[in-house]
C-alpha cells in the first residue's frame, strides 16, 4: 500500500473515532469517549509519520490537543460542557463557523501602484453595484475569481483588505494555512461551507490568503488532493450563479497551485502583484515622511533610485528604521529632531531587499508563460 492509500485509511480510521469520542462524550460515557480520544490521537501521530513537513506538524499539534482533552476527561464524571477542541469541531458541523471579518480602513488610495487590480476590482464589484441597469443591459458578468500572485511585502493582502472596504462587502477572509491545520482532515467540508455562508450575503468577498497551501498540486497528498476537488467543485457550483461573491486569492507561490484551480470559469483572472516601480517607490517614500521632521539634505529621488528591488515591505521597514535614531535623539533632548540624509542611508545598510533577483525572475517567467 503506497502512503498516500495508507494515509486514506488512516483518516477514516481517526474519522471513526473522533465521531465515536464525540458521541461518548455527549452521551456522557467518559471511559469511552477518552479512549476514542487517545485512539484517535494515535492514529494522528501515525498519519503525521507520512505526512509533508507542514501537514506534520498540524497533525502532531491536533495529536496532542485531543491527548489533553481525553487526559482532561473525568471517565467517573465527564463534564457537561464540551472540551475547547469540541467547541471547534462543532462550527465543523456548519453553524456560525464562518464570521465576516472587520472591514478594515484601508482605501485605494493608500497603495502603491497595482493599477490593474483596482481596474478589474471596479469592474467585477465595484461598478455593478453602483450600475446594476448598465450591466444589464450589456449582460456583463459580475463577481468571479481573481487571483493576486508576487513577491511577499508587495501589498496583496493589503490590497484585499482595501478591496474589502472600499465595496462594502462582507469580508471572509481565511489562511489557507489556518483551514489546514485547523481542520486536518475536515477542510473539505470547511471550505464547502465558507461558500454556503457567504452566498448568502447580498455582497461578499472571500479572501483567501496563502491559497497554495489550501489547494497545491495534487497527487502528493490525499488530504490535499480531496481539499482541491472540493474547492474547485465550490469554484465550479457558484461560478455564474453568484454574481455578488467574489473569490480573491493571493499567493507567493502561484507555482504550487493546482493548474485546475487557474483554468477558465475558475480563478479566470491572474494578477501579478510585482515589486513597486519607480513611481510606486516615490508614492510610499512620501507617505512615509508625510508630516514628519525631515532635513532638507533628504531627496526622496535619491531613495527612490537606491531602492530598486525592494519591496512595499522592505520600503515601510526601511523608513521606520530611518526614523528610530532621531526619535531617540528627540526623546533624549527633548526637542524634535530632524531625520537626516545619513539616517537614512544607514537605515539602507541595514534592510536590504528581501526578494532576490533570481526570484522575480521566477515571478516574471511565471506570468509570462503560465497567466
Ligand atoms: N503596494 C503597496 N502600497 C502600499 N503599501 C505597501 C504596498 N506593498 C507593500 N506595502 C507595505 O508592506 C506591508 C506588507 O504588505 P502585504 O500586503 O502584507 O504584502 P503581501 O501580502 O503581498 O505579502 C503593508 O502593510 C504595507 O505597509
Ligand atoms: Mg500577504
Not at 530611518?322 to 530632524?338: F, M, N, W
Amino acid at each position: 500500500m503506497d502512503d498516500g492509500m495508507q494515509l486514506s485509511v488512516l483518516n477514516d480510521t481517526f474519522g471513526m473515532y473522533y465521531a465515536a469520542a464525540q458521541k461518548a462524550l455527549r452521551e456522557k460515557r467518559g471511559a469511552q469517549a477518552r479512549r476514542n480520544y487517545l485512539l484517535a490521537a494515535e492514529t494522528l501521530l501515525k498519519m503525521a509519520k507520512l505526512s509533508s513537513p507542514q501537514l506534520k506538524k498540524a497533525r502532531l499539534e491536533r495529536a496532542k490537543r485531543l491527548t489533553e482533552i481525553a487526559e482532561g476527561i473525568d471517565a467517573a464524571a465527564p463534564r457537561f460542557s464540551a472540551p475547547s477542541e469540541e467547541k471547534e469541531s462543532e462550527r465543523e458541523e456548519g453553524e456560525a463557523q464562518w464570521k465576516a471579518a472587520a472591514v478594515p480602513n484601508v482605501h485605494f488610495s493608500d497603495i502603491a501602484g497595482l493599477e490593474d487590480v483596482k481596474r478589474a476590482v471596479t469592474m467585477r464589484m465595484i461598478h455593478p453595484v453602483k450600475y446594476p441597469e448598465k450591466y444589464a443591459a450589456y449582460k456583463k458578468k459580475t463577481g468571479g475569481g481573481l487571483l493576486l500572485y508576487g513577491p511577499p511585502g508587495t501589498g496583496k493582502t493589503m490590497i484585499a483588505r482595501a478591496i474589502a472596504c472600499e465595496v462594502g462587502a462582507v469580508f471572509y477572509a481565511v489562511k489557507g494555512s489556518d483551514i489546514v491545520s485547523k481542520w486536518v482532515g475536515e477542510s473539505e467540508r470547511n471550505i464547502s461551507s465558507l461558500f454556503e455562508t457567504a452566498k448568502q450575503q447580498k455582497l461578499a468577498i472571500i479572501f483567501i490568503d496563502e491559497m497554495d497551501s489550501l489547494i497545491g498540486s495534487r497527487g502528493e497528498d490525499v488530504h490535499n488532493d480531496r481539499r482541491v476537488n472540493e474547492f474547485l467543485q465550490q469554484i465550479d457550483g457558484f461560478a455564474g450563479s453568484c454574481p455578488n461573491l467574489l473569490l480573491l486569492g493571493a499567493t507567493n507561490r502561484p507555482w504550487d497551485i493546482d493548474s485546475a484551480a487557474l483554468r477558465s470559469g475558475r480563478f479566470s483572472q491572474r494578477i501579478y502583484v510585482p515589486l513597486p516601480d519607480a513611481p510606486a517607490r516615490k508614492f510610499l517614500f512620501e507617505k512615509a515622511i508625510e508630516g514628519v521632521p525631515l532635513a532638507s539634505d533628504v531627496n526622496v529621488e535619491e531613495l527612490v533610485s537606491r531602492s530598486e528591488g525592494y519591496s512595499g515591505a522592505d520600503i515601510a521597514e526601511l523608513c521606520d528604521r530611518a526614523k528610530e535614531g532621531p526619535l531617540l535623539e528627540s526623546i533624549r533632548t527633548d526637542a524634535l529632531v530632524d531625520i537626516r540624509r545619513e539616517d537614512f542611508l544607514r537605515a539602507f545598510e541595514e534592510v536590504k531587499p528581501t526578494v532576490s533577483a533570481a526570484e522575480v525572475k521566477m515571478f516574471e517567467r511565471y506570468a509570462e508563460n503560465g497567466a
